[in-house]
C-alpha cells in the first residue's frame, strides 16, 4: 500500500478509532491520492481486515464528483472475478462523504516493481499479463471499460504460491457502458473531455472518442511492451506530443529500444498487434489476446499457469 503523504491536511484525516457506515473502523490512513484517502479498517463484527477509500471532503460539494465515485463503487462491486479487487460495501460516513469498502490487500503494484528491477523476464511477465486479461475479460462482459489500466493499478500479492498474483482495481474513471441489459449508462464525461494516463492511453482515448474494450487492450499492449523493455513505446515530457505519438507515431521495435533484452518474435508481434492504431486491427477480446499469449509465446513455469490455462480454455 502507498504511504500517506506527510504533508496531508489532518484536518481532513479520519481518526484511529472513528467508526464508518456503523460496520467499520477506522486503524490507520495507508494512502491519499488527492480526490480520496485509503485506510486500513476492520469490520468491527467479523474482525476481518479492509481497505476503507473515503472521497476527500473538499470534493463532496461537486457531485459529478461524487457520483462518479458511487459509479466507481458501483462499477466494482457487481465483478466477481478473482483477479478484480473485491469492493463489498459502499455509503456514506457521518459527515456525509461517501465511502467505499474493499478487501485488504498486502503486496507492492507493478509500478513499485518496474521501478526497482526495470524490466520483468517472460517467464514471469506472460502469468502477469494474463491474469489481467483474465479480469479485463471480466470486467468487460460487465459493460465496463476501465480506461485507466496502468502498472500503479495492478497489485500484486501473495497467494497459491506465487508472489505476482494480480489484483485490479481503481475504477474511478470507468466507463460504464449500460447499467442494465439494453440499457446505456449516463455519461459523466463531457464529450471530447480527455480520459487516461498519457503513456498509458490508446489513439481514440487521445482523440476523445468513444472508446470500447478494445482500448483496454492497447494498454495491456503498452504495458507488456513496458514490462519486456524498461519504457513505454512513447514517452515524452510534453503531454501533448505524448498524445499525438500514440495517434501518429510507428510503434519502435522493441529490439532498438532495448537491444540487450532479447524478445521473442512471437511476443513482440502478438504485442504489436494489440498497439495496433486502428482499434479492428486489435484483438477483439481480451480472452482472445489472452489465447494468442497461450498458443504462441514461450511458456512460463509460473505457478500460476495451471489455473490460467484452464481458464481460458483450448
Not at 473502523?25 to 480520496?36: K, P, Q, S, T
Amino acid at each position: 500500500m502507498v504511504e500517506p503523504d506527510p504533508s496531508l491536511d489532518a484536518s481532513n484525516v479520519l481518526p484511529p478509532g472513528t467508526q464508518v457506515g456503523g460496520r467499520y473502523r477506522v486503524e490507520a490512513l495507508i494512502g491519499d491520492g488527492g480526490m480520496a484517502q485509503v485506510y486500513r479498517g476492520q469490520h468491527e463484527t467479523i474482525g476481518r481486515a479492509m481497505a476503507i477509500k473515503v472521497l476527500a471532503p473538499s470534493l463532496t460539494r461537486d457531485r459529478t464528483i461524487v457520483e462518479r465515485f458511487l459509479q466507481e463503487a458501483r462499477a466494482a462491486s457487481k465483478i466477481h472475478q478473482e483477479n478484480v479487487v473485491e469492493v463489498t460495501d459502499f455509503g456514506e460516513t457521518d459527515d456525509g462523504r461517501p465511502f467505499m469498502v474493499m478487501e485488504f490487500l498486502e503486496g507492492e503494484d507493478l509500478a513499485d516493481v518496474l521501478a526497482r528491477e526495470r524490466v520483468v523476464a517472460w517467464d514471469r511477465a506472460k502469468p502477469i499479463l494474463l491474469q489481467l486479461l483474465a479480469a479485463l475479460q471480466a470486467i468487460h462482459e460487465q459493460g465496463v471499460v476501465h480506461r485507466d489500466i496502468k502498472p500503479e493499478n495492478i497489485f500484486l500479492t501473495h497467494r497459491i504460491g506465487s508472489d505476482h498474483f494480480v489484483k485490479v482495481f481503481d475504477f474511478g474513471i470507468a466507463k460504464v457502458l449500460r447499467t442494465a441489459p439494453g440499457q446505456p449508462a449516463r455519461s459523466l464525461t463531457i464529450k471530447g473531455q480527455l480520459i487516461g494516463t498519457p503513456p498509458y492511453m490508446s489513439p481514440e482515448q487521445c482523440l476523445g472518442e468513444n472508446v470500447d474494450a478494445r482500448s483496454d487492450l492497447y494498454t495491456v499492449g503498452v504495458i507488456a511492451y513496458e514490462l519486456l523493455t524498461g519504457t513505454t513505446p512513447f514517452a515524452s515530457d510534453n503531454p501533448a506530443k505524448l498524445l499525438r505519438m500514440h495517434v501518429k507515431d510507428p510503434v519502435p521495435a522493441m529490439r532498438d529500444v532495448a537491444p540487450h533484452q532479447p524478445v521473442d518474435p512471437s511476443v513482440e508481434a502478438i504485442v504489436g498487434r494489440a498497439l495496433a492504431k486502428d482499434r479492428d486491427e486489435r484483438f477483439s477480446s481480451a480472452n482472445e489476446l489472452a489465447k494468442a499469449l497461450l498458443r504462441d509465446t514461450p511458456p512460463s513455469t509460473s505457478t500460476l499457469m495451471p489455473g490460467l490455462r484452464k481458464h481460458f480454455g483450448p
